[in-house]
């Protein structure tokens, strides 16, 4: 790794994050870059009604005010280069807004835009050629809200050439904001396919901050500093290798354990990660402790670009709202089931004698119950919970009516019933994905800076991959040669999940290369669907991961409809690794009898 390093900073890791971030970068981590990542599906859709009601809004305004305006004259200073997508569904606004905040505290940064990723101007073409949703193939909805291609990072390295100071895009992949640098620093080109899926690998593990230095982590208790939580930061190396490390005296944790959650989080097959500028191959990938709080990441591979983008668009779908209370005392699970389907059944009969339909779709989650746990739940004795009621209909009127009657339930049903949180509640929009690809050529990409455009070259190999998958072999299955024990996969494992639209993601990572057959033998795709069948409607795909001794599980349709779509308590599938340590895997007996090496693990073993 000898040469020229560039060290590249994340400071935000989601709209809404904590300025605190950027400023640590800025003042304690000595980069070259400070990235921050704003973009969700959801987050397009929330900044498309900004824009709607106001035509200088829809880009993340806390980038502008609370980030750049306090930071721009240190930045200016320490010549760091700012990369973001806060630009939203309008980057030009946000640049307007930048420069402004700019002249006022008497810096002089350029700013650059990247342009082309807004294609609902181009709806009525796609809805002519027959576009369905890429994952359940439902047709085109007659109205949509926002409509975005995910571009790549060659747009972001040309603005960084032409000398922009700050590069503001729209939806750009999320990684691309660390890409698009490296590409600059290091000239690579459209075809250097291991180091596009090396600085892609190196954008993945930066752009949601803590959570690859020990924030989320399964082993808690290992991480130090949560109040001071040190946002990561990648020394990066022209042949694709980095490092991941944090700010010196910041909290958290860098170890190969804690990067490699990063790693699996969000990622569908880890040998086919198709992103706008290279389909990556990260199933080799390496991990090395080379210090404290200093992890080497290294083996990642490539292959050429598919011909289309991924856009995302979303729509609106009626109303959803929701309520919860507490229940406190015994029978309490039992109490709030009744007192969920009681209010329910009484709001149902009231907006139908109000000539409304029934409602769309109900939820009853009780809370402290383990109800996220389905048939292996365990507390259906607790004393104490707290029951969430949320429902969807078509008409915002309806829910009203839903909203006025919930809190008759405290004079009429379960005893113990207090802590209605927040008052009646306001119905919401829902908003849901649909996703598809659009061919590149298509789609003209620009740069805007300094009152000029600049194109951008398009890259679609002669020769594309259309054999996206790569298939691995399994590895072994181990056989049993004597009596067996289960113990909860938590002992032999750690692991993260997320969302991808409505599929839940959960990576599983053995402690030791020699559990992984263990895990592999009772962690079928049937079996974890079996554990999940309380949540999913559809199936579960299990991937190798040999590089990190592992697997990564895809839920279908695990998630009610995912982000503001889903009734669910967990919509974007947080708590769906912590649900999955406690599936039991089946290990050798000795394992856990006095002496073996999980032997404290005998106490918690499942029956």
């Known amino acids: 790794m000898a040469g020229k390093a560039v060290r590249i900073g994340c400071g935000a890791g989601f ?71 806060a630009g939203g569904v309008n980057p030009e606004a946000c640049r307007d807004a930048l420069l402004a905040v700019f002249k006022e505290v008497g810096v002089d940064l350029k700013v650059a835009v990247v342009m082309g990723d807004d294609l609902s101007d181009y709806v009525h073409r796609y809805r002519e050629q027959g576009v369905r949703e890429m994952f359940s193939g439902a047709p085109m909805p007659e109205r949509l809200a926002s409509v975005s291609a995910y571009l790549g990072a060659f747009p972001i390295a040309a603005a960084l050439n032409a000398g922009a100071d700050i590069v503001i895009t729209g939806r750009a992949v999320d990684s691309a904001v660390v890409l698009g640098p490296l590409i600059h620093e290091f ?68 170890s190969p354990a804690s990067v490699a959650e990063q790693v699996v989080y969000e ?131 309806a829910l ?50 300094e009152g000029r455009t600049i194109e951008v070259p398009l890259h679609v190999p002669n020769e594309v991959d259309r054999d996206e998958a790569r298939a691995i072999t399994p590895g072994p299955v181990a056989v049993p040669a004597g009596p067996l024990a289960a113990i909860p996969l938590i002992a032999l494992a750690h692991g993260r999940s997320g969302d991808k639209g409505d599929i839940g993601n959960i990576g599983i990572l053995a402690r030791k290369p020699e559990y992984l057959p263990w895990i592999r033998r009772s962690a079928t795709p049937d079996a974890v669907r079996g554990y999940f069948a309380h949540f999913l409607k559809g199936s579960v795909d299990r991937f190798e991961w040999p590089g990190l001794n592992g697997f990564n599980f895809l839920l279908h349709q695990g998630l009610g409809g995912g982000g503001i ?21 089946e290990v050798p007996v000795e394992w856990v009898s006095p002496g073996g090496e999980l032997e404290d693990w005998q106490k918690e073993a499942i029956p």
């Open 267 to 397: 990622v569908g097959d880890p040998a086919c990660y198709i992103l706008p500028d290279v389909i990556a191959d990260w199933t080799a990938i390496r991990l090395e402790q080379i210090g404290p709080d200093r992890v080497k990441v290294s083996g990642a591979k490539g292959r050429p670009p598919t011909d289309s983008y991924k856009v995302s668009a979303t729509y609106a779908d009626g109303y959803r709202a929701f309520v919860t209370m507490a229940i406190i005392g015994r029978d309490a699970a039992a109490k709030a089931q009744a007192t969920g389907e009681a209010i329910l059944k009484r709001a149902n009969r009231l907006i139908t004698k109000a000539d409304f339909p029934e409602f769309s779709e109900t939820s009853v989650e009780i809370l402290g119950s383990e109800a996220n746990y389905g048939a292996n739940a365990r507390r259906a004795d607790t004393r104490e919970v707290i029951l969430k009621i949320a429902v969807r209909h078509p008409v915002k009127d």
């Open 565 to 585: 779509a889903s009734l669910r308590h967990d919509p974007q599938g947080k708590a769906l690794a912590g649900i999955m340590m406690d599936f039991p895997v």
């Open 187 to 254: 000239g690579w080109t459209p075809s250097d396919y291991d180091k596009l899926s090396a600085g892609s690998l190196a954008g993945h593990l930066l752009e949601c901050g803590p959570q690859v230095t020990g924030g989320i982590f399964t082993d808690w208790n290992d991480v130090s500093g949560w109040d001071d939580m040190g946002y990561p930061i990648a020394e990066c190396h022209a042949d694709g290798s980095f490092i991941v490390t944090k700010p010196d005296n910041t909290g958290g944790l860098v």
């Open 400 to 449: 009203k009516i839903f909203a006025r009657e919930i809190f008759q339930s405290a004079t009429s049903m379960a005893q113990g019933l207090t802590g209605f949180a927040g008052g009646r509640p306001e119905p919401q929009p829902v908003i849901r994905l649909f996703s598809f690809t659009a061919a590149k050529h298509d789609i003209p990409v620009t740069v805007a800076f």
């Open 15 to 85: 709209w809404g994050d904590s300025p605190e971030g950027a400023a640590q970068i800025v003042r304690s981590g000595k980069v070259d870059y400070l990235v921050m990542d704003y973009l969700a599906e959801i987050t397009m859709s929330i900044l498309t009604r900004m824009k709607d009601k106001r035509a200088d809004l829809g880009y993340a305004i806390d980038f502008v005010t609370a980030v750049m305006k306090p930071l721009a004259q240190e930045i200016a200073q320490k010549n760091i280069r700012v990369v973001t997508n």
